[in-house]
C-alpha cells in the first residue's frame, strides 16, 4: 500500500518558535489529510490537502501539498503550550477510504 | 458531533484468553477501522469494514478478526491473546474517502 515518511520523529522547541513536519512519498497522492493527537488523547482530524501545490491556514499552522503531490508539510509559527502532541499525516493506500499514517512526529513545547 | 465509542479504555487479559474489543458509531458511516498505535511505529491498519458484513485486511491482521453483523458496530477479535499484542487499540469510522473520527482506545494489557 500507499506510503508516507515523516520527519522528524521527535521535535522539541521553546515556546514562540517556529515547527515544521514533513511527510514524504515516493509516489504521487491523491490527498493528504493532518491529524493531531494530545498526549493521552485520540488523533484528531485537522485538514485534508487534495490540490496540487495547496496551501491552506488554520490560525498559526499552515498546511501545503507539494506542486508534485508527492510531499506535505505542516508549520505551525510561534509555538505554545497547547500545540504540544503527535502530529500525523495519512493518506489513502489501496482504496480510497483505507488511510495509512505516517509514524508522526511528537512535539514537546518548553514554557 | 459524531461519537465513536469504544466499550472499554482499559482491558487487562491472560495469554491465550479469546477478547472481544467492541466500537460503536452513530453517525452511520458505512467504513469503520480498527488501527494499533505503538510507540515508534505510529498507527497501523489491522482490518477495516466498508459495509455490513463486509471486511478487508490492512497492513498487520495476523492473529486478528472482525466482524460487523450491524453498521453501527465494528468488533475486534483476538482468538487466542499473546503478550506482543499488548498495545493501544484505536477505532475509526468514515463516510467514503472522508476524513477519520476516533474513539478513545482501549489499551490492552497481555499478562
Known amino acids: 500500500g500507499q506510503q508516507v515518511m515523516q520527519i522528524p520523529q521527535y521535535q522539541h522547541v521553546q515556546e514562540g518558535e517556529d515547527f515544521t513536519t514533513y511527510c514524504n512519498s515516493s509516489t504521487t497522492l491523491s490527498n493528504i489529510q493532518w491529524y493531531k493527537q494530545r498526549p493521552g488523547g485520540h488523533p484528531v482530524f485537522l485538514i485534508q490537502l487534495v490540490k496540487s501545490g495547496e496551501v491552506k491556514k488554520q490560525k498559526r499552522l499552515t498546511f501545503q501539498f507539494g506542486e508534485a503531490k508527492k510531499n506535505s508539510s505542516l508549520h505551525i509559527t510561534a509555538t505554545q503550550t497547547t500545540d504540544v502532541g503527535t502530529y500525523f499525516c495519512?493518506?489513502?493506500?489501496?482504496?480510497?477510504?483505507?488511510?495509512?499514517f505516517g509514524k508522526g512526529t511528537l512535539l514537546t513545547v518548553n514554557p | 458531533d459524531v461519537k465513536v465509542t469504544q466499550s472499554s479504555r482499559y482491558l487487562v487479559k491472560r495469554t491465550g484468553e479469546k477478547v472481544f474489543l467492541e466500537c460503536v458509531q452513530d453517525?452511520?458511516?458505512?467504513?469503520m477501522f480498527w488501527y494499533r498505535q505503538d510507540p515508534g511505529l505510529g498507527l497501523r491498519l489491522i482490518y477495516f469494514?466498508?459495509?455490513?458484513?463486509?471486511?478487508e485486511k490492512g497492513d498487520i491482521p495476523e492473529g486478528y478478526s472482525v466482524s460487523r453483523e450491524k453498521k453501527e458496530r465494528f468488533s475486534l477479535i483476538l482468538e487466542s491473546a499473546s503478550t506482543n499484542q499488548t498495545s493501544m487499540y484505536l477505532c475509526?469510522?468514515?463516510?467514503?474517502?472522508?476524513?477519520?473520527?476516533f474513539g478513545s482506545g482501549t489499551q490492552l494489557s497481555v499478562l
Open positions: 495519512a493518506t489513502p493506500g489501496g482504496s480510497n477510504y483505507k488511510l495509512t
Open positions: 453517525m452511520d458511516h458505512e467504513n
Open positions: 469494514s466498508y459495509d455490513v458484513k463486509m471486511k
Open positions: 475509526a469510522s468514515s463516510s467514503g474517502g472522508e476524513k477519520l473520527f
